[in-house]
């Protein structure tokens, strides 16, 4: 659990994205519940803070939690704060981030990990602005406007007896959508270039000179399955293995797990197809095109992670599509 005291710097052009912000403008002036969705490492806690910073109670705090690094007991704990001897080691009283966040902003970071207890305690705060500190019999009253975030389907989640209806109808009251960054198109560049300047400094260079074309086609063609938090890790992880002040970034560093020389042997072996001179000979094209689909749809899935909706996504391709054509390349499904 974190304060923040200021708002991060929004960065990009895309409508998609512009819309999102502006959505989260619109809901910062009503304390009402609201639901962020989107990937991991979009920036679904930049439009909490949006909406924070720019409501009529700015001054007020903004605390923050992610729910899915904390057990079940710690979760309710530190959201509703404990008595003294109410568990094993509580040996004095402390409040929770509903007590302390006032009349501020909390923000709940993977609000779909917690667990159905802990659910209904939420509610009970959404609905009357009420609660008892863990192991307390005082009826505590809480203000805080709370703006939950989570990466998965909450609707599924209800539908399967994972997640409250009921919660989840008072945390929608509205819902801002953010964009993944590969549907972002140029606002890779932009956000690469603030993310380079950044660490340029940090690294003590006096300029930082730019992408290379084939630097700015990576950006470009990548699909970001980690979207802006993986975007920094790449720009910072290939400025500081460059080890090039004076120079244009040549080339991204993507996959770090990936080993220098599958990447040289990789460039070898293009560069001798490339060089093998045209045969007068018959050709088996239906083999040639196979090895290649077989070659795009294992590289997609690798660089994805082998999530195959996004592979899909990479390849423009429908979710269904994949499915289908992993079966005919009897690739593993």
């Given at each position: 659990?974190?304060?923040?005291?200021?708002?991060?710097?929004?960065?990009?052009?895309?409508?998609?994205?512009?819309?999102?912000?502006?959505?989260?403008?619109?809901?910062?002036?009503?304390?009402?519940?609201?639901?962020?969705?989107?990937?991991?490492?979009?920036?679904?806690?930049?439009?909490?803070?949006?909406?924070?910073?720019?409501?009529?109670?700015?001054?007020?705090?903004?605390?923050?939690?992610?729910?899915?690094?904390?057990?079940?007991?710690?979760?309710?704990?530190?959201?509703?704060?404990?008595?003294?001897?109410?568990?094993?080691?509580?040996?004095?009283?402390?409040?929770?981030?509903?007590?302390?966040?006032?009349?501020?902003?909390?923000?709940?970071?993977?609000?779909?990990?917690?667990?159905?207890?802990?659910?209904?305690?939420?509610?009970?705060?959404?609905?009357?602005?009420?609660?008892?500190?863990?192991?307390?019999?005082?009826?505590?009253?809480?203000?805080?406007?709370?703006?939950?975030?989570?990466?998965?389907?909450?609707?599924?989640?209800?539908?399967?007896?994972?997640?409250?209806?009921?919660?989840?109808?008072?945390?929608?009251?509205?819902?801002?959508?953010?964009?993944?960054?590969?549907?972002?198109?140029?606002?890779?560049?932009?956000?690469?270039?603030?993310?380079?300047?950044?660490?340029?400094?940090?690294?003590?260079?006096?300029?930082?000179?730019?992408?290379s074309r084939l630097a700015r086609q990576q950006l470009l063609s990548y699909p970001w399955p980690g979207n802006v938090r993986e975007l920094k890790n790449v720009i910072e992880r290939s400025l500081?293995?460059?080890?090039?002040?004076?120079?244009?970034?040549?080339?991204?560093?993507?996959?770090?797990?990936?080993?220098?020389?599958?990447?040289?042997?990789?460039?070898?072996?293009?560069?001798?197809?490339?060089?093998?001179?045209?045969?007068?000979?018959?050709?088996?094209?239906?083999?040639?095109?196979?090895?290649?689909?077989?070659?795009?749809?294992?590289?997609?899935?690798?660089?994805?992670?082998?999530?195959?909706?996004?592979?899909?996504?990479?390849?423009?391709?429908?979710?269904?599509?994949?499915?289908?054509?992993?079966?005919?390349?009897?690739?593993?499904?």
């Amino acid at each position: 659990m974190t304060e923040s005291t200021s708002s991060n710097k929004a960065i990009g052009e895309h409508p998609l994205f512009l819309s999102a912000l502006d959505h989260a403008s619109q809901l910062a002036a009503l304390p009402r519940p609201v639901l962020v969705l989107g990937e991991r490492g979009s920036g679904k806690e930049l439009v909490a803070q949006r909406m924070h910073f720019l409501a009529p109670r700015w001054g007020e705090p903004f605390l923050k939690i992610n729910c899915a690094a904390l057990t079940e007991s710690l979760v309710e704990s530190t959201l509703f704060g404990h008595e003294a001897g109410a568990f094993t080691g509580a040996n004095r009283s402390q409040s929770g981030l509903f007590e302390r966040a006032e009349q501020g902003t909390l923000f709940l970071d993977e609000i779909a990990t917690l667990s159905l207890r802990v659910q209904e305690k939420l509610l009970r705060v959404l609905e009357y602005g009420e609660y008892q500190r863990v192991g307390g019999q005082k009826t505590l009253i809480s203000g805080a406007r709370v703006v939950g975030a989570t990466h998965v389907d909450l609707r599924t989640f209800a539908n399967e007896g994972r997640f409250r209806d009921d919660l989840l109808d008072r945390l929608a009251f509205d819902v801002v959508h953010m964009p993944p960054l590969r549907m972002r198109g140029e606002d890779v560049l932009l956000l690469a270039n603030h993310f380079a300047l950044g660490f340029a400094v940090q690294l003590g260079w006096e300029y930082f000179h730019g992408f290379s074309r084939l630097a700015r086609q990576q950006l470009l063609s990548y699909p970001w399955p980690g979207n802006v938090r993986e975007l920094k890790n790449v720009i910072e992880r290939s400025l500081f293995r460059s080890g090039q002040p004076d120079a244009e970034l040549q080339q991204m560093v993507l996959n770090p797990f990936d080993p220098p020389w599958q990447a040289s042997s990789q460039a070898d072996a293009s560069q001798f197809n490339n060089d093998v001179p045209a045969s007068d000979q018959p050709v088996d094209f239906k083999a040639l095109r196979l090895a290649w689909e077989r070659e795009q749809v294992e590289r997609a899935l690798s660089v994805c992670q082998h999530h195959q909706g996004k592979a899909a996504a990479w390849l423009g391709l429908s979710y269904d599509q994949l499915r289908a054509l992993l079966k005919r390349l009897e690739l593993p499904k």
